[in-house]
T-cell receptor
Framework: AQSVAQPEDQVNVAEGNPLTVKCTYS??????LFWYVQYPNRGLQFLLK??????LVKGSYGFEAEFNKSQTSFHLKKPSALVSDSALYFC?????????????FGSGTRLSIRP | GAGVSQSPRYKVAKRGQDVALRCDPI?????LFWYQQALGQGPEFLTY????????KSGLPSDRFFAERPEGSVSTLKIQRTQQEDSAVYLC?????????????????FGEGSRLTVL
């Protein structure tokens, strides 16, 4: 079975500071990992993904994420936070070993950036 | 627009009523997913289609839930004899990719959801 955990319900950061949103996963075999963002009254939007290759993945809006196999983590990062980054962030995982692999989401982390 | 469209956006049902929620995916998208999102929670997987084939329905919570995609495009999620615990936002997402080996696997395009309230 596959699962994903986001240990922080909320992360508060001052504008201009670096931010990290944590994610750990459990899956059989090689994981496919994703980050999605949900702005108020909007649908979920794809941010970035790790499939294979370089452990540091860059995505939309200046976000990046680092895959760490030994720690089974895929933390989302941004060097300098913007107030407009305030939203709900979801980490997701797929086992990726078959064409029918479902994508499982974490419980979400609310990111709040104060001016 | 050309995004994923869900209807109705809001549905209020009395306990015991049947409801049907519709999803119009992006044209040409092969994969279609349904998720259930309770207030303050992450999306919970319900079921997955590849074209008209329902490849995984392991997340459907009971036999009151049924999903179909008969022509490989529009999908309907039906909930029979609704219960209060069915109250949630039901999200539909589509994807161009067919398999986990394709370049755009996992890049899901979500609709805005159908909010179901069962009284």
């Amino acid at each position: 079975a596959q699962s994903v955990a986001q240990p922080e319900d909320q992360v508060n950061v001052a504008e201009g500071n670096p931010l990290t949103v944590k994610c750990t996963y459990s899956v059989s075999g090689n994981p496919y990992l994703f980050w999605y963002v949900q702005y108020p009254n909007r649908g979920l939007q794809f941010l970035l993904k790790y499939i294979t290759g370089d452990n540091l993945v860059k995505g939309s809006y200046g976000f990046e994420a680092e895959f760490n196999k030994s720690q089974t983590s895929f933390h989302l990062k941004k060097p300098s936070a913007l107030v407009s980054d305030s939203a709900l962030y979801f980490c997701a995982v797929s086992a990726g070993y078959s064409s029918a692999s479902k994508i499982i989401f974490g419980s979400g982390t609310r990111l709040s950036i104060r001016p | 627009g050309a995004g994923v469209s869900q209807s109705p956006r809001y549905k209020v049902a009395k306990r015991g009523q049947d409801v049907a929620l519709r999803c119009d995916p992006i044209s040409g998208h092969v994969s279609l997913f349904w998720y259930q999102q309770a207030l303050g929670q992450g999306p919970e997987f319900l079921t997955y289609f590849q074209n008209e084939a329902q490849l995984d329905k392991s997340g459907l919570p009971s036999d009151r839930f049924f999903a179909e995609r008969p022509e490989g495009s529009v999908s309907t999620l039906k909930i029979q004899r609704t219960q209060q615990e069915d109250s949630a936002v039901y999200l539909c997402a589509s994807s161009l990719s067919r398999t986990s080996g394709s370049r755009d696997f996992g890049e899901l395009f979500f609709g805005e959801g159908s909010r179901l309230t069962v009284l």
